[in-house]
Every structure is written in C-alpha cells, then in structure tokens.
C-alpha cells in the first residue's frame, strides 16, 4: 500500500485565497495525502500568494523564501507556488527562486491539482480546519472594473459569476457541517450575475441562499457604489437572514479624486447613496474602505474626505495610503506626488477621526440587546459578534461568565453593557 503524502499549504492574503486553499485541499483524496496543519516535515509544501499592493507582496516572497529553506533542511520534498504573487510575475519570479519546483498562476486551480495527480473536478466542497459558525463563499473570481490603483483585474482577470447552483450546493456543503453565517465575497460583489445571467442577480442570489436550512445570517462584502442593486437594498430591509450590514468600499469623495481614481461616480452619488441606505435599511451598519495620498490628492481634497466622513459616521472604516503597483493605469499615467510622510500624517487624521466615531457609534449601543455569535473563547470569556460586525476586520462583543455549556458556533442573546473605541462588552440573556 502507498504510503499518504503529507501535504502543508501556508496562505497568505485575503479571504479570496483561503476559500481557495480550502476548494483545493477538499480536492485531495484522504487516501493519498495528509493534511498537515503543523510546521511537520511534509512531502510538498504549498504557498498560496497574495499581490496586491507592497506589504502583501514583501510578505509573499519571504514566505515563499522559508519553504525554499525547509526543502533545503531536507523539510519539505517540494514547493510549490501559486496564487496573485506568481500569477503577477510568472516570467519573473522562476529565474529569481529557481529552488521552487513549480509555479502556478491565481486564475485557475486545476493545474495545480493535476500537479498532485488530481484531478479538479467542480470545486464545490471546502476542506475546514477549524470548524466556525461562519465560511466565506466566494461568488465570482476577477474584475471588469479598471480603478486607477487597482492591480486585480490583470491578477485575476476579468470578472467570472460562479453558477448560482454550484454556489448553493457548496453553501448547503457548510451548512452540513455546522456553518450559520455565509460571508459572499468577491472583486465586486455587486457585479454578480453580469456575465452568465446578462443582469445583476445578487437578490436573487440572496433568496436562493436564505432558503437553504440551517443558514441564519448572510452578509455581503465588497460591493461597487455605483449602479448599486435595488433588490438587494430590499432584501436587506426585509430578509431576516440578510445582514443590515455592508462592505462598501468607497476610497473617496473629492470629485477630483474619484475621477482620477477612475470610480465612475461623483460625490453626490456617494452622498446620495449612503443617504438611501441608511434610509432604506434603518439601522444598517456601513463598512468603508478609503485610499489617502492617491496621486494629485490635495490638501483641500483631503479636508473634504475628513467632512465625508464626520458627516457619513461609518460604523466601521478602515484606510490605506496609496501604493503605486507597476501595470496600473495610475502607474503608467499618474505621478506618485504626494510625500510619504504626508500621506502617513493623513491618515493617522483619518483614523483618528474615525476612532472617536467609533466610540460614539459604539456607546450609543449600550443597554441595547443583540443576538450573537461565538467565535471563539479567551480567558474564560466568550468572544462574539453580532449582525453588525464581521469576522477579522471589525470589533468583537466580549462575553463574561458564558454558560458553561456555550460552544463556537452558538447563537444567544445578550445586553450591552459597556463599549470602548471598537470593541464592546455583554451580558448573556438566560
């Protein structure tokens, strides 16, 4: 009998590339590898990629850099690359790292697969880890929208909708195994549907998923402002299982900014959209992203950004100075003018503004009563969320003297009782 590969992957980057790892190591027959979760010596060890902007790419090829170590300390049979990092610099990066024994792209899974002598197959089940109350669910791969800055859409290609079916099979395939919570991500999750359907089908999309048993909440990440959906305002307002949250990167608000940023819409779209969503979805809680130092960004257009967000109050906000990636039309067409020093003063002033926001948001909740989830357990008390925060990127709800008899996944009422700058504290309801 031939002995089982062990088989090691280290991911980096965003949600996207774990929901990738987890569709190819699902792919892996349990009798002709293991899984190796430790750093154990392994027969391949795999290293999914990110490349999106300097850090993410710095950090990439020191990974990429330890393996080759293990497999020179006799730790690892093989490596093997994948994800944006190569798919970026496929030409480049063998004759760098020549030690690497293959190197895949981020638009496909199959070759990889095929390199381990598998063959792909749909790509509708998911290896889990740590089982969780909730799994990303990824609804299409790629981008037909051409932002200034943004480096994905030459990473991953043009946008491509998972069919709606295979979508709620591997839905039904988590909820099998104890997921409540769907996190829909995507380059724009807005876009959905566009290419297979001819029409934006994310509502429908959402009803389709809200029917499957077991699921409780579904919450949408990284959608476009513009041409945003109705039916998904709607749903939202009116499908209990639909999150009143949203991710909805911004980047900015100067319509000098937006032009060059190439956003395709204008500061009164923005404004007038935010305005309708927290009009339309009472009590929704807003998630944005916003780029500072941007190419040509003016002082005047900054102060302006800094009046946005006074007056919007996002729930939750997160920021990042412009880095200029090789290939961007902003790379090719725009001077990298703005200092880094300023850049980095800017955005200290940004989140410093959004800190105290944050409190203000945060205070204003206590008293108020809110069905969570269990994440996770710290010192004996229960780390949670509720509807209006999302996993890794947002505040937790800290849970003291839970029932003892409270698992991760669980879903119970509590009261808030205090708040800090972005976390709060609760009081379980029995």
């Avoid at 204003?364 to 009563?369: D, F």
């Amino acid at each position: 009998m031939t002995p089982r590969k062990k088989l090691r992957v280290v991911t980096l980057g965003c949600s996207k590339n774990t929901v990738d790892t987890e569709h190819l190591l699902a792919r892996l027959p349990a009798d002709a590898f293991t899984i190796v979760e430790d750093d154990q010596p392994v027969d391949t060890l795999l290293v999914n990629t990110c490349g999106f902007i300097g850090d993410a790419k710095e950090e990439s090829i020191e990974a990429i850099l330890a393996a080759v170590q293990e497999k020179k300390q006799g730790r690892a049979g093989e490596v093997l690359v994948f994800g944006c990092l190569s798919q970026r610099y496929i030409a480049e990066l063998p004759k760098e790292i020549p030690e690497v024994d293959a190197w895949f792209g981020a638009r496909d899974l199959a070759p990889v697969l095929r390199h381990l002598g598998v063959e792909p197959g749909r790509l509708t089940e998911r290896y889990i880890s740590h089982p969780l109350g909730y799994a990303y669910l990824k609804i299409s791969e790629g981008c037909d929208r051409r932002c200034s800055y943004c480096a994905i859409p030459f990473i991953r290609g043009a946008h491509r909708s998972v069919p709606m079916e295979d979508i709620v099979a591997e839905a039904e395939s988590l909820v099998a195994r104890g997921v409540k919570e769907l996190i829909l991500i995507a380059q724009d999750t807005t876009y959905y549907g566009l290419d297979l359907y001819k029409r934006r089908a994310l509502g429908e999309l959402l009803e389709r998923l809200s029917a499957v048993p077991g699921v409780e909440w579904i919450r949408i990440h990284y959608s476009y402002p513009a041409d945003f959906p109705e039916d998904v305002l709607t749903a939202m307002a009116n499908n209990p299982k639909v999150c009143r949250y949203l991710d909805i990167p911004l980047q900015h608000i100067a319509d000098g900014m937006l032009e060059r940023m190439h956003r395709h819409v204008d500061g009164a779209w923005t404004r007038a959209l935010i305005k309708r969503l927290r009009a339309e979805v009472p009590g929704v809680a807003l998630r944005t992203t916003m780029i500072v130092g941007h190419p040509g960004e003016t002082e005047e257009e900054f102060e302006e950004l800094l009046e946005f967000v006074r007056e919007a109050r996002f729930e939750r906000l997160g920021a990042f100075t412009y880095s200029e990636e090789e290939g961007t039309w902003g790379a090719e067409h725009l001077k990298d003018d703005v200092p880094e020093d300023v850049k980095r003063e800017r955005l200290d002033r940004l989140m410093s503004l959004q800190r105290e926001i944050s409190l203000e948001c945060n205070r204003a909740r206590v008293g108020s009563e809110v069905r969570v989830m269990v994440d996770g357990f710290v010192d004996g008390n229960a780390v949670c969320r509720s509807e209006f925060e999302s996993p890794e990127v947002d505040g937790e709800i800290l849970l003291p003297h839970p029932d003892p008899g409270l698992r991760v996944g669980d879903m119970v009422r509590v009261r808030i009782v205090a708040a800090d700058d972005y976390d709060l504290t609760g009081e379980q309801i029995r």
